[in-house]
Structure formats: C-alpha cells, structure tokens
C-alpha cells in the first residue's frame, strides 16, 4: 500500500515475481539504493484476463510512478492506467515489439502494443544501445540501463588454467538460444580439428554432439551453472544477425565475464560492446575466426587471464548495482520533477 511519507511506486510485471531473472537484474538489485532513498516499492503481477487487469489499474491511484517490467499493453489498457497514475516508465531489456521466431522478426501485434506503451510513457528504461534507439522512436525521455551484475551469484575472480588442463569452452544457454549453438557447428568442429587439449560443454536443455571436437552436455540447473562457470576458461556467444539480436540484451557475455571468463562470440549487438575491442573477448564470424580466437587463448594463459581481469573490470565499472541505481533514481526524477 502507498505510504504518505514515501515516494510510491508500483511495479507492474507479467513475469513470476519470486523467480523471474530480468525481474531481478531491472527491479530487485535496484530496490535497496531507491528504498533508502525514500522510495517505497510494490511489486504486482499482472493478471492475464483483461476484467483481472482493469480491477488492478483501479487501485493505482495512491502511486506516484508506475514502473513497468517487460509488459506491453493496448492502448486501451494504457488510457486506464494514465487515467489513474500518469506518471508511466516503462523498463525492457529485450526487443518486446519484435518475435525472436516469426519470419523477419515482425510480429504486428506485438509491434502496435510495444508502440502503444513507449508512447504512453513518460521515461523509458532500456537495457542496450538497439533498445534505446527502438523506444526513441516515439519518446524522447529515453535512458540506457545495462543489464546488472549480481554481486553474490558470480565470482568476480580469474579461475587459473593448470599446464596439461584441457582449455574448456562454455555455452550456457535455454531451447530458445541452443538454435545458435547449433549454427555454430561448422566452426567448433574446425576447432576441434585445428586445437588440441580443447573440449566444449554445453549447460542447457537440449543436446549437441560433434565429430571433432569433445563435449559434455550437462542439463541447466543453478548449481551446475555456478560449477561450471568456476570451472571453465572461455564463454561462447554463437548469435545470429537478425533485428531481435541487435536489439536485445545479452546476458551471457555479462554472466562470462563477471564469472572471470573472456569470451568469444559474433559480432552482432551488445556483444560488440562488451568485447571492448577485443579488450574483453575475441569477435568472430568465419570459421577461421573463432579457430583463430580459441588458439589464441588455448595457447596464451596470460592473455586469457589479462582480457579476464579486464572483463571483470569492465562489469564492476559498467554494470553494478552502485553504478546504475542512481541513474535509474535520475530517471525517475524527470518524471516526478
């Protein structure tokens, strides 16, 4: 409930409250930094049947700011909200106007609500350079809000790679991205044929197997993530290049490095910024590329420790909690002031 003394806000999310991981990165790691700034904050999930929806909007009227997690409504929807709480910021980390599956991307629907709720907005949070330029198509209060580090889930340390140790290679990924993984293919195998002591694992929900090149498929769960991020050296970030890519916010690359692993990964995205030039991982597109790139760390312990120690660096500069609340805050005051 508001509280007459605080700065009120509700979040409105669709996502599980208890569980959700960019619910998490966007809203909880923020929540301490705004609360001991006098800002009070309620979470709610929004329920799916429309009467559900309008009962939830009726009870708004005591926030001064409506922070909205992902979730893109119709106009419609956002004239009840505005009607009640017009003070709207609206906070997405992947490009929501678009289908990660249709073809080219387009999904009509999708696009008309993700417009709708720019518009209605009064500030727009977004979690990548592709996002930002999405939304300031039709708002101009736009700010850039990367994605934030956990500080208790990753080590923050280089994990040493003994002499006769096979350099390991991670992929870390769900059954949406594993299509990536395996578009990848022609590549690792030419890895596994061109570096010796070279093995793969792959932590997900799907399967990959190669002639070539060693792997252990492992299946996801929060502690073989955590083992396997503590015990391999690089991090894979296979994509493609397509308007849902550019625009999204990688995890896997901030998981890599905040875990003390370079990685390797096409050049498409934000994972061209967070290689800060090959400070912090190698770009590869052509199979002689990521030959060259897993070479290259197979064969140079030190360098695969200094573009580690750069890449965590980079992540505690770049996107800690510290480092971005207070500009979540300053988005907030343009639109309290």
Request: hydrophobic fraction near 45%; proline fraction near 5%.
């Given at each position: 409930?508001?509280?007459?003394?605080?700065?009120?806000v509700v979040v409105l999310t669709s996502t599980n409250v208890e569980h959700h991981l960019t619910l998490r990165l966007r809203v909880l790691l923020m929540q301490p930094y705004l609360e001991a700034r006098n800002?009070?904050?309620?979470?709610?999930?929004?329920?799916?049947?429309?009467?559900?929806?309008?009962?939830?909007?009726?009870?708004?009227?005591?926030?001064?700011?409506?922070?909205?997690?992902?979730?893109?409504?119709?106009?419609?929807?956002?004239?009840?909200?505005?009607?009640?709480?017009?003070?709207?910021?609206?906070?997405?980390?992947?490009?929501?106007?678009?289908?990660?599956?249709?073809?080219?991307?387009?999904?009509?629907?999708?696009?008309?609500?993700?417009?709708?709720?720019?518009?209605?907005?009064?500030?727009?949070?977004?979690?990548?350079?592709?996002?930002?330029?999405?939304?300031?198509?039709?708002?101009?209060?736009?700010?850039?809000?990367?994605?934030?580090?956990?500080?208790?889930?990753?080590?923050?340390?280089?994990?040493?790679?003994?002499?006769?140790?096979?350099?390991?290679?991670?992929?870390?990924?769900?059954?949406?991205?594993?299509?990536?993984?395996?578009?990848?293919?022609?590549?690792?195998?030419?890895?596994?044929?061109?570096?010796?002591?070279?093995?793969?694992?792959?932590?997900?929900?799907?399967?990959?197997?190669?002639?070539?090149?060693?792997?252990?498929?492992?299946?996801?769960?929060?502690?073989?993530?955590?083992?396997?991020?503590?015990?391999?050296?690089?991090?894979?970030?296979?994509?493609?290049?397509?308007?849902?890519?550019?625009?999204?916010?990688?995890?896997?690359?901030?998981?890599?490095?905040?875990?003390?692993?370079?990685?390797?990964?096409?050049?498409?995205?934000?994972?061209?910024?967070?290689?800060?030039?090959?400070?912090?991982g190698f770009l590869a597109s052509a199979d002689q590329e990521w030959v060259s790139a897993v070479r290259k760390l197979a064969e140079d312990e030190a360098l695969r420790i200094r573009m580690a120690q750069s890449g965590?660096?980079?992540?505690?500069?770049?996107?800690?909690?510290?480092?971005?609340?207070?500009?979540?805050?300053?988005?907030?005051?343009?639109?309290?002031?």
């Amino acid at each position: 409930m508001p509280d007459p003394d605080s700065k009120n806000v509700v979040v409105l999310t669709s996502t599980n409250v208890e569980h959700h991981l960019t619910l998490r990165l966007r809203v909880l790691l923020m929540q301490p930094y705004l609360e001991a700034r006098n800002y009070k904050i309620d979470i709610v999930q929004i329920p799916r049947a429309k009467a559900g929806r309008r009962e939830l909007f009726a009870t708004l009227s005591g926030y001064d700011l409506v922070w909205i997690h992902r979730q893109t409504f119709h106009f419609y929807e956002l004239r009840w909200v505005a009607r009640i709480s017009p003070n709207i910021v609206f906070d997405f980390d992947d490009p929501v106007g678009y289908s990660s599956s249709k073809f080219a991307n387009f999904s009509l629907k999708r696009w008309l609500k993700f417009r709708a709720t720019v518009r209605a907005a009064k500030a727009v949070l977004a979690a990548s350079p592709g996002l930002v330029d999405l939304a300031s198509r039709w708002n101009d209060n736009v700010h850039y809000i990367p994605l934030c580090a956990e500080p208790e889930k990753y080590s923050m340390c280089v994990t040493p790679r003994a002499a006769d140790e096979p350099l390991r290679l991670l992929w870390i990924g769900g059954r949406s991205t594993f299509k990536y993984l395996e578009a990848c293919r022609s590549a690792l195998e030419a890895i596994g044929l061109a570096c010796a002591n070279v093995e793969l694992v792959v932590v997900g929900h799907a399967e990959l197997y190669l002639q070539h090149l060693k792997v252990t498929n492992l299946k996801w769960s929060v502690a073989v993530e955590t083992e396997q991020l503590a015990r391999c050296h690089v991090g894979l970030v296979p994509q493609s290049d397509d308007r849902w890519t550019r625009a999204k916010a990688s995890l896997k690359p901030l998981q890599y490095l905040a875990s003390g692993l370079p990685f390797i990964g096409n050049p498409v995205g934000v994972v061209k910024g967070f290689s800060q030039g090959g400070t912090n991982g190698f770009l590869a597109s052509a199979d002689q590329e990521w030959v060259s790139a897993v070479r290259k760390l197979a064969e140079d312990e030190a360098l695969r420790i200094r573009m580690a120690q750069s890449g965590i660096d980079y992540v505690q500069r770049v996107h800690s909690a510290d480092v971005l609340a207070p500009k979540v805050e300053a988005a907030f005051q343009t639109v309290l002031a």
